[in-house]
């Protein structure tokens, strides 16, 4: 398990039950409000709770303790928080307690002494909350969990990779104040609000976003690009080690060498024979004028075809900006297109390659008026 500079592990023995104060005020007071956090891992627990009042040399023989303990069956849990037993000087009869169950999926219901009560659920700490509040120390309580199945645990990291989402998210927010989040870059710093409002969907939720963690340098891409705040982002959520590199312009080539063959016409709709070939040995143009002789410097088409061998078996990913309209196709099917008279925009796409294999690569492009932009970036990783 990775962790960020300004984290620090505190590990626990799978199936523990502890108990923790909450807020303390007052240091001399015997009443604190106890949280009893069961954590995931066990089938049963148990803990002594020990009290005394903190304030003379009576604790030898002036104390109380209360039993703690949970059974896990199935999809239910079964906390108790059991009768205390002994006294001491300044006991309080009842305490508040809360239950809190880490790293565990939001239940379907809780009963508290047989009766329904509410909770709390903490998305992004993945933590169930129970406010018992004011406990008859002499009696104690049950309380019954139900989880929408046996797969309670969430324990791969979650916690982790939400928390520095949401600081690199806010480091990203610092040097692009004015960005556009996409789909799959929103869902992911937005999965712990999903998940402590919408608990009922939290598989999918958890789902979704593990499919999108897996290829977080893709996700990242598509927000930003592949640039500073890219590895920054990445740095700081702890997967740099996640290599993304640009694929050399020698991966494409046609029969005249490295780079793309292309093919002029003289309209925006690639209609009829083509008035003027080319060649490219890198996608990247900015043309002011006609592009070609015989092609007129507004209105034209053009095509562009090369051969891409994969390098390496993983990802590539075709990072395309242009104005006006665009469109790449690979083995005959489009993986993106902004075909249109517009100012200049960027679309990508990614597809899995195998290590030596060949892909066929078609660009259409077309000018309308004024400046003709085509660039395109070719991205591997694993």
């Not at 001491?88 to 047989?114: E, H, N």
């Not at 075809?305 to 390496?312: D, I, K, Q």
């Not at 679309?347 to 078609?362: L, Q, T």
Request: proline share 5%; aromatic share 12%.
């Amino acid at each position: 398990r990775l962790f960020s500079m300004d984290e620090y592990p505190v590990y626990v023995k799978a199936g523990s039950i502890i108990p923790y104060y909450g807020k303390v005020k007052n240091l001399s007071g015997t009443n604190q409000p106890v949280i009893v956090r069961v954590f995931p891992g066990g089938s049963e627990g148990d803990f002594l709770l020990y009290e005394d009042n903190g304030e003379d040399k009576n604790y030898v023989s002036e104390y109380a303790t209360t039993p703690l303990s949970y059974q896990r069956n199935g999809n239910t849990l079964s906390v108790t928080i059991g009768e205390r037993k002994g006294s001491y000087k300044d006991m309080p009869a009842r305490r508040d307690y809360t239950v809190a169950l880490p790293c565990q999926k939001a239940p379907a219901s809780v009963k508290v002494d047989g009766k329904e009560v509410a909770f709390t659920y903490d998305g992004l700490n993945l933590e169930t909350c129970i406010a018992l509040g004011s406990i008859d120390c002499s009696k104690g309580a049950a309380i019954e969990v139900s989880f929408p199945s046996a797969d309670y645990a969430v324990m791969a990291g979650e916690k982790g990779q939400f928390h520095r989402i949401q600081n690199a998210v806010q480091d990203f927010k610092q040097h692009d104040a004015g960005m556009v989040y996409t789909e799959d870059f929103g869902f992911l710093e937005a999965t712990p609000l999903r998940l402590s409002y919408h608990p009922e969907t939290q598989d999918e939720t958890l789902a979704h976003f593990h499919k999108l963690y897996k290829k977080l340098p893709l996700v990242l891409i598509e927000q930003m690009g592949k640039n500073q705040n890219f590895d920054r982002f990445m740095r700081q959520v702890g997967e740099d080690g996640k290599m993304v590199v640009e694929v050399s312009p020698e991966a494409f080539s046609t029969a005249a060498g490295t780079g793309f063959d292309l093919r002029y016409f003289p309209n925006k709709a690639l209609e009829g024979e083509a008035k003027a070939t080319g060649h490219l040995e890198k996608m990247d143009f900015f043309i002011g004028g006609s592009p070609t002789q015989g092609i007129p410097e507004n209105y034209w088409s053009m095509t562009a075809e090369s051969t891409f061998t994969a390098p390496e078996t993983g990802n590539v990913m075709f990072v395309m900006t242009g104005d006006d309209a665009y469109r790449l196709i690979v083995d005959g099917k489009e993986l993106f297109s902004d075909w249109g008279d517009h100012a200049e925009t960027t679309r990508n796409a990614a597809i899995p390659v195998e290590a030596g294999k060949k892909y066929n690569i078609r660009i259409e492009y077309y000018d309308n008026e004024y400046n003709a932009i085509l660039r395109m970036q070719t991205l591997f990783f694993k």
